[in-house]
């Protein structure tokens, strides 16, 4: 069989991830092309050709980036990216990440008799509409391309899922939102691999852990009310400011006595700092399932969320707990945090029945794509 799959992902195969969603597209593709699949990646940002030690090949664009600026998207981004995808032939095109230029892929895969799988990567990217502007476009505006964009994808994208072969969700409040707009999807959960989890003992449980984008867009002036409030404890916060509002409040926070900015860091300096906490802390309004809960949760710690709670797992597997809006719930968690050995035992067990990268998750995967391929 052969895979298809496009995007930045190229940098997060070298060992320098972008971000979740591509870490994920990271590890799927190397299980497929461990298997014995052929897997090639058209990554438009990549410099150059090559191959992974997985065989996984990897193809760049050729003139990108020529042509008038943001005029280039339609005389020249869009067409190679056809071309390329096209050229492929594959049997399986896969995509994930809301974006217009999915409609390539699934044009491809009908131009050449393939399939086209497409994955969720945040409730933003089945939810309504109204709900997309207030929690990611009206929350940054990054010029006439950014605009562009907004508007081919807001018309395009939810074609894109009704057309698809199948979709994925990451749990089972996307599969329900999805099924509310006629449009049938199975769960495939978030995979991580425990081998790349670094090892410890005897960790510090001292601080509380903001790990992520400081933007308005996850939350983080909700993050600076709450520190305000909670000056008996202290927090060290894993990242870089992305927009206004970042920069407003990570500036106020220099001057906390009970907080420690780290900036942006590898993920290997990330996993050690989220293994020494208390607690997780995330105030992002809306998310998919980020990978960082897992991440948690394989250490054993607590997710204490503001907002949201991925197919309401963290309440159904008592994995922390939920604040659905109101700070002062998780105020009162910042002081009952649970780190017993009972907790971290129930964690790790969930890590390992839904999303630990094992022999059978692997047997899972391939078994999910022939059964693409042969339906």
């Known amino acids: 069989m052969k895979v298809c799959i496009w995007g930045n992902i190229a940098t997060s195969l070298e060992g320098k991830t972008e971000g979740g969603g591509e870490l994920q597209i990271d590890l799927l593709a190397k299980v497929l092309a461990k298997s014995g699949h052929e897997v090639v990646i058209i990554d438009p940002v990549s410099q150059k050709d090559f191959t992974t030690e997985e065989g996984i090949k990897v193809f760049q664009i050729k003139g990108w980036n020529q042509g008038i600026k943001y005029l280039r998207l339609f005389t020249h981004q869009i067409p190679l990216l056809y071309k390329s995808l096209k050229a492929q032939k594959a049997d399986v095109y896969y995509s994930q990440i809301r974006d217009f230029r999915h409609i390539l892929s699934l044009r491809a895969a009908r131009k050449v008799d393939g399939k086209f799988v497409i994955q969720l990567a945040s409730d933003l990217d089945c939810s309504s509409r109204r709900l997309r502007f207030k929690h990611d476009y009206l929350t940054s505006f990054e010029g006439p391309y950014w605009f562009i964009k907004v508007i081919l994808t807001e018309l395009m994208f939810p074609g894109i899922l009704r057309k698809a072969d199948l979709v994925l969700a990451q749990h089972e409040g996307q599969k329900k939102t999805l099924k509310s707009k006629g449009i049938n999807s199975i769960i495939f959960n978030n995979i991580i691999d425990l081998n790349k989890i670094p090892k410890t003992t005897n960790p510090e449980r001292k601080d509380f852990s903001y790990v992520g984008a400081l933007d308005k867009r996850k939350g983080f002036a909700e993050f600076y009310e709450l520190v305000s409030k909670a000056q008996s404890h202290t927090f060290k916060v894993i990242g870089a400011p992305r927009d206004k509002t970042g920069y407003f409040y990570y500036e106020k926070l220099k001057s906390f006595k009970n907080v420690t900015l780290y900036g942006k860091l590898s993920h290997s300096e990330t996993m050690h700092h989220i293994l020494n906490s208390k607690a997780l802390i995330s105030t992002s309004p809306m998310e998919g399932f980020p990978n960082v809960f897992i991440e948690a949760w394989v250490y054993g710690i607590p997710v204490l ?71």
């Open 305 to 375: 969320s503001l907002n949201f709670d991925p197919g309401d797992v963290i309440r159904n597997e008592n994995l922390g707990v939920v604040g659905y809006g109101d700070i002062n719930k998780l105020l009162q968690a910042l002081d009952n945090t649970d780190n017993s050995e009972e907790f971290a035992s129930r964690a790790k067990a969930y890590v390992d029945n839904n999303h630990a990268l094992n022999t059978d998750k692997k047997q899972e995967i391939n078994n999910l794509f022939v059964k693409i391929l042969n339906t």
